[in-house]
């Protein structure tokens, strides 16, 4: 359990950290806990500096997570959507999945403009703030939501949803129009549109495409939607079995 919990926070704070550091984050013994870290660094699941004396995130950690991308059959079975969502919109897409109160994003595909947002597989968002986590919470009972996100939520941007029954409310909507907005609560100056694949219910997997709003327009957005909601249908027939 101290394993996990070490190699979970090394996740959640990057970069390298002294001992002390780490014992007063975890509140471990400090003596049990450099044994640990040794231990790990010998295993390549812990890395430290050119002194020893402050360590971060090893590579076997980045060999384990590749492996569940490569080894994911959604994952698998989706790239072919998102490679001609892409092509349909020329923004950023990407391919999220449910954790907890978060979303991890599992594949993307980068835009084609010059202005675009920052992407890479394996960043962990707030489900709250996002249009990807929006799409699926709406999957979920409003008890549900209740139950799984805390009564204030954190405030991303100044746009941030943070009043849990507002967010409830907005889910209401984001089920009749079979969409989810995230108007700059994760991002400023970021727009995003999400649509959850529904091979499960609720859901756990969810698509989204981010654009900039200095370049959506009217036309722009409504190509985007479409373009959603045709991935959704091509990926709902491909992880139908899954």
């Not at 962990?124 to 008890?143: E, F, I, Q, W, Y």
């Not at 649509?195 to 190509?223: F, I, K, Q």
Request: charged share 25%; proline share 4%.
């Amino acid at each position: 359990m101290r394993t996990v919990l070490l190699l979970e926070h090394f996740a959640a704070h990057p970069g390298l950290h002294s001992l002390a550091d780490i014992q007063s984050d975890l509140s471990l013994p400090k003596s049990s806990l450099y044994m640990l870290l040794r231990t790990l660094v010998n295993l390549g699941w812990v890395e430290t500096d050119a002194t020893g004396t402050r360590y971060g995130i090893g590579v076997r950690a980045l060999l384990v997570g590749s492996s569940y991308i490569d080894g994911d059959e959604v994952v698998a079975a989706a790239r072919p959507s998102l490679d001609r969502l892409s092509d349909d919109t020329t923004e950023t897409i990407h391919l999220a999945r449910l954790d907890g109160t978060s979303v991890v994003y599992l594949a993307t595909r980068p835009s084609r403009h010059y202005l675009r947002p920052f992407t890479r597989v394996g960043r962990r968002l707030p489900v709250h703030s996002t249009a990807l986590g929006k799409a699926l919470l709406a999957t979920h009972t409003d008890d549900e939501v209740r139950a799984l996100l805390p009564k204030r939520l954190e405030a991303v941007t100044e746009h941030t949803i943070t009043d849990r029954e507002r967010l409830v409310e907005e889910l209401a909507l984001v089920r009749e129009q079979g969409y989810a907005v995230d108007r700059e609560e994760n991002t400023l100056g970021l727009r995003c549109f999400g649509v959850a694949v529904p091979y499960r219910t609720p859901a756990r997997d969810a698509v989204s495409c981010s654009v900039p709003v200095a370049r959506l327009t009217e036309d722009h957005e409504r190509t985007i939607k479409a373009a959603l909601f045709e991935a959704r249908d091509r990926l709902s027939v491909v992880t139908r079995r899954m």
